[in-house]
């Protein structure tokens, strides 16, 4: 099973820009990759997801068009730019890795091995 380690968390005003890492070791990097979120008081909620080859995306709607996933194969590592921050992107980031999805997808319970998460605080 896959090792996961978030890193590029911070805090940052309204407006601001992070990128977030997920380095991946053990296992296999032939996995379909996302990032998951959770704000204090509240339940895990799907942030992006990329597919194997890095050919497909998905993006929660209230990210789409300020964050962009993407990952290099060779390092192993995957990637969150997160653009435009708002407070309410306020949470603690997750990275997760898939074996059984040949695409992407958003379903938490569909990922095998999961990071211990990089907090992001962003504030008005």
């Known amino acids: 099973q896959a090792q996961l380690v978030e890193s590029g968390g911070g805090l940052v005003q309204a407006g601001d820009s992070l990128r977030l890492s997920c380095a991946v070791s053990?296992?296999?990097?032939?996995?379909?990759l996302g990032w998951f979120r959770q704000a204090p008081g509240k339940e895990r909620d799907f942030v992006a997801a990329i597919s194997r080859s890095g050919g497909l995306t998905d993006y929660a709607g209230s990210v789409k068009g300020r964050f962009t996933i993407s990952r290099d194969n060779t390092k192993p590592t995957m990637y969150l730019q997160m653009n435009s921050l708002k407070p309410e992107d306020t949470a603690l980031y997750y990275c997760a890795a898939t074996t059984r999805v040949l695409g992407v997808t958003a379903t938490a319970d569909l990922y095998d091995s999961w990071g211990q998460g990089t907090q992001v605080t962003v504030s008005s």
């Open positions: 053990g296992g296999t990097f032939d996995s379909s």
